[in-house]
C-alpha cells in the first residue's frame, strides 16, 4: 500500500509541475500584437487539437471494425463517408449556436472568465480519465453508447437498399455526434469566445468556422479511407484513447490560462507554438512516469 501511495503522491506533484510550467508558458513576453492578425494559423492550430478526439475516433473505429465483416469497401466508404459529413456538419451546427450566444453577450465582463473556467475544467476531467477512467465524472463515451452504436452498426450490415444505408447512416452518425460533442467540448468553447471577441464581419465568422470544421474532420476521414483501402481492423485501444484525452486535457488547461493572464501570446506563432510544446512535453513525461510505476506492479493502463 505505501508504494501506491507514493506513487499517487508522485503523479499529484507531476501534475502540479506540469500546470506550473505551462502557466510559466503562459506568462510569455508580451508584443503588443492583436490575435485578429494571426487568426488563420490560430484555427488551423486549434482545429488541428481539436481533431485528435479521441472519443470521435474510438466510435468511428468501432463502427468500422464491425462494417469490416461485410468485406465491402462500398458501404464502408459510404458509412464512413456519410459520418465524416454529418460530424463536420453538426460540430459547424454546435460552434454557430455557441458563437451567437457569445455575441450577444459580449457585454457581459465575465463571459471570457467562465468561459475559460469551463474550458479549464473540461481538461481536468480529460486529465483525470487518465489516471481515473470509469470513476468520477466523465466526457467519454459510455458502454451503454458503445453498445447502441454496435446495435446500429449490424443493422447496417444487414441493409441492402443503399438509400436506406444512406438515411440510417446519417442518422446513427447525428446521435453518435450527441457522444462527441459531450466528450471535447473545450477546444470549440475556446475558439468560439476567441471568434467572438474580435468584432469581425458576419461572413468571416462562418467562413472561419467552416475552416475550423473542414480541418477537424479530416484525420476522421484519413481513416475511412485506410478502412477501406485495407479492410483491416483499427479499433483504438482504451490505452491509445486516455493518452490523446491527456494530452487534449493539458492542451485546453494551456490554452484557458494563457487566455486569462496573457492573451497576447496567441499573437506570436513561436510562443504558442512554445505553448502546444509544453503541453507535448508534460504529456509524455506524464505517460513515461505514470505507465512506469503501473507496470511495476504488474498492471497495465487499460485495465
Given at each position: 500500500?505505501a508504494?501506491?501511495?507514493?506513487?499517487?503522491l508522485?503523479?499529484?506533484?507531476l501534475?502540479?509541475?506540469?500546470?506550473v510550467?505551462?502557466?510559466?508558458?503562459?506568462?510569455?513576453h508580451?508584443d503588443g500584437?492583436?490575435p485578429?492578425?494571426?487568426?488563420?494559423w490560430?484555427t488551423?492550430?486549434?482545429?488541428?487539437?481539436?481533431?485528435?478526439?479521441p472519443?470521435?475516433?474510438y466510435?468511428?473505429?468501432f463502427?468500422l471494425?464491425i462494417?469490416?465483416?461485410?468485406?465491402d469497401?462500398?458501404?464502408i466508404l459510404l458509412?464512413?463517408g456519410?459520418?465524416?459529413?454529418?460530424?463536420?456538419?453538426?460540430?459547424f451546427?454546435?460552434?454557430?449556436?455557441?458563437?451567437?450566444?457569445?455575441?450577444?453577450?459580449?457585454?457581459?465582463s465575465l463571459?471570457i472568465?467562465?468561459?475559460m473556467?469551463a474550458?479549464?475544467a473540461?481538461g481536468a476531467?480529460?486529465?483525470k480519465d487518465?489516471?481515473?477512467?470509469?470513476?468520477?465524472?466523465?466526457?467519454g463515451?459510455?458502454?451503454?453508447?458503445l453498445?447502441?452504436?454496435?446495435?446500429?452498426?449490424?443493422?447496417?450490415?444487414?441493409m441492402?437498399?443503399l438509400?436506406?444505408?444512406?438515411?440510417?447512416s446519417?442518422?446513427?452518425?447525428?446521435?453518435v455526434?450527441?457522444?462527441?460533442?459531450?466528450?471535447?467540448?473545450?477546444?470549440?468553447?475556446?475558439?468560439?469566445?476567441l471568434?467572438?471577441?474580435?468584432?469581425?464581419?458576419?461572413?468571416?465568422y462562418?467562413?472561419?468556422?467552416?475552416?475550423?470544421?473542414?480541418v477537424y474532420?479530416?484525420?476522421?476521414?484519413g481513416i475511412?479511407?485506410?478502412f477501406?483501402?485495407?479492410?483491416?481492423?483499427?479499433?483504438?485501444?482504451e490505452?491509445?484513447?486516455?493518452r490523446?484525452?491527456?494530452?487534449?486535457?493539458y492542451m485546453?488547461?494551456?490554452l484557458?490560462?494563457s487566455?486569462?493572464l496573457?492573451p497576447?501570446?496567441?499573437t506570436s506563432?513561436?510562443e504558442?507554438?512554445?505553448?502546444?510544446?509544453?503541453?507535448?512535453a508534460?504529456?509524455?513525461?506524464?505517460?513515461?512516469?505514470y505507465?512506469?510505476?503501473?507496470?511495476?506492479?504488474?498492471r497495465?493502463?487499460?485495465?
Amino acid at each position: 500500500m505505501a508504494p501506491q501511495i507514493a506513487w499517487r503522491l508522485f503523479a499529484a506533484m507531476l501534475i502540479t509541475s506540469s500546470i506550473v510550467s505551462i502557466v510559466g508558458f503562459a506568462w510569455a513576453h508580451p508584443d503588443g500584437g492583436n490575435p485578429g492578425e494571426n487568426l488563420l494559423w490560430l484555427t488551423f492550430m486549434i482545429a488541428g487539437m481539436d481533431s485528435i478526439n479521441p472519443c470521435a475516433f474510438y466510435i468511428l473505429t468501432f463502427l468500422l471494425s464491425i462494417l469490416i465483416y461485410a468485406k465491402d469497401r462500398v458501404r464502408i466508404l459510404l458509412v464512413g463517408g456519410i459520418f465524416v459529413l454529418v460530424s463536420g456538419l453538426a460540430y459547424f451546427l454546435f460552434m454557430a449556436a455557441i458563437l451567437n450566444v457569445f455575441r450577444i453577450l459580449s457585454g457581459f465582463s465575465l463571459l471570457i472568465p467562465l468561459v475559460m473556467a469551463a474550458v479549464a475544467a473540461t481538461g481536468a476531467l480529460n486529465v483525470k480519465d487518465y489516471f481515473a477512467h470509469g470513476r468520477g465524472p466523465s466526457l467519454g463515451a459510455s458502454e451503454k453508447s458503445l453498445a447502441q452504436v454496435g446495435r446500429s452498426a449490424r443493422r447496417l450490415l444487414r441493409m441492402s437498399s443503399l438509400g436506406a444505408l444512406a438515411a440510417e447512416s446519417a442518422a446513427l452518425a447525428f446521435i453518435v455526434n450527441i457522444y462527441e460533442l459531450a466528450c471535447t467540448p473545450g477546444f470549440p468553447l475556446y475558439y468560439t469566445s476567441l471568434l467572438s471577441s474580435l468584432g469581425i464581419g458576419q461572413l468571416e465568422y462562418y467562413l472561419y468556422l467552416i475552416l475550423y470544421n473542414v480541418v477537424y474532420v479530416l484525420p476522421m476521414l484519413g481513416i475511412v479511407l485506410i478502412f477501406a483501402y485495407t479492410l483491416g481492423r483499427m479499433r483504438m485501444s482504451e490505452a491509445w484513447s486516455r493518452r490523446i484525452k491527456l494530452f487534449s486535457g493539458y492542451m485546453m488547461i494551456a490554452l484557458a490560462i494563457s487566455m486569462l493572464l496573457r492573451p497576447w501570446v496567441f499573437t506570436s506563432l513561436g510562443e504558442t507554438l512554445q505553448l502546444i510544446a509544453a503541453s507535448v512535453a508534460v504529456t509524455l513525461l506524464t505517460i513515461l512516469a505514470y505507465e512506469r510505476g503501473l507496470s511495476r506492479h504488474g498492471r497495465k493502463l487499460s485495465l
